[in-house]
């Protein structure tokens, strides 16, 4: 029963990073914004190829996430550039970002048995499975909290949050 509740916790802590990105999109900039599914998935497929070719699984993390921002600023050159509407920005940068999954493991699946992942130097220093996922999930999430909190906070923060919440008066201010 409690591998099961740590089971839960761990993958709840990996989405919890996911849910961030939607809550900023959604709830902060009043966009809904389907572009964080589908570059989920491309920072794990980015991650799993690389970490299987032999780079280090922490210059891996780093890429896949150059990979997730990549697949954000098509969805943001699609709408702000082409013009098309937020929703369907992100859908489309989503559905073709399966495609290009498939196109960067080069097969449907990639097995990180027996490889040093994030979660190496935890296991070494004693804690098993879960809760080496749990201790790891827990410092990035509360890393990237604190960032947003603190960034949320600045001028160009400010702004953001401002334009979430009244665009028309954003736009008249000049940001």
């Known amino acids: 029963m409690l591998d099961i509740i740590l089971g839960a916790v761990s993958l709840g802590l990996l989405w919890a990073v996911m ?10 900039l009043n966009i809904a914004d389907l572009t964080v599914e ?3 998935v491309t920072g794990a497929s980015i991650a799993a190829y ?3 070719n032999g780079v280090n699984p922490y210059l891996a993390t780093a890429m896949a996430m150059l990979g997730g921002m990549a697949a954000g600023l098509v ?7 082409l013009k098309i509407p937020a929703l369907l920005s992100g859908i489309l940068t989503m559905t073709a970002l399966y495609s290009i999954n498939l196109r960067i493991m080069g097969k449907a699946t990639i097995s990180l048995l027996r490889m040093d992942t994030v979660y190496t130097v ?3 220093l004693g804690l098993e499975g879960n809760n080496a996922v749990i201790v790891l999930g827990l410092i990035c999430v509360l890393a990237i909290v604190s960032i ?11 702004a953001i949050r401002a334009t979430g919440n009244n665009p ?8």
């Open 19 to 28: 849910t961030i990105g939607v809550y900023i999109t959604y709830r902060i």
């Open 168 to 175: 028309n008066m954003v736009r008249a201010q000049g940001i």
């Open 50 to 52: 690389s970490i299987v």
């Open 148 to 158: 947003l909190y603190w960034f949320f906070g600045t001028e160009i923060g400010c």
């Open 122 to 124: 935890f296991e070494n």
């Open 38 to 40: 589908g570059s989920i």
């Open 75 to 81: 969805t943001g050159l699609l709408h702000t550039k």
